[in-house]
């Protein structure tokens, strides 16, 4: 795969549940840096972003990691965390790992099935 490349539809979409997370004014300047967001480099399970420093900044520094989940196709669950960078507050670059440890079966869950809470799993 060459690098950088934009986003695929689905993953700029799921990227974008994870401005649920944050207040208006932050998830609109996240919502504004995915849309502008390239992917720098990708291995199993992560996903560094390349984002233009003209976009608008999120402001809330308590809010650096931002938490989902997702089932893997055979059922396990699958922790998904997006790392802003702080103090810049732009998109900095996402994971995913099962939580039984095992190798990850689908890379980037379907958008109708990332939950933003715990309990939702």
């Not at 690098?3 to 994870?18: A, G, K, M, N, W």
């Not at 699958?78 to 802003?84: K, R, T």
Request: aromatic share 8%; charged share 30%; hydrophobic share 35%.
């Amino acid at each position: 795969m060459n690098y950088p490349r934009p986003l695929h539809p689905d993953e700029e979409i799921v990227l974008r549940r994870f401005a649920e997370h944050l207040s208006a004014a932050d998830g609109a300047a996240l919502r504004d840096q995915i849309a502008a967001a390239m992917v720098r480099k990708e291995d199993a399970g992560h996903t560094s972003y390349l984002v233009p420093a003209s976009v608008p900044r999120v402001r809330d520094a308590d809010r650096s990691a931002l938490d989902g989940f997702y089932r893997d196709t055979d059922g396990y669950p699958v922790d998904m965390i997006v790392h802003l960078e702080f103090p810049a507050g732009l998109l900095s670059w996402s994971e995913r790992y099962r939580l039984d440890g095992g190798p990850l079966q689908r890379t980037m869950p379907r958008p109708t099935d990332l939950r933003l809470r715990r309990e939702d799993i």
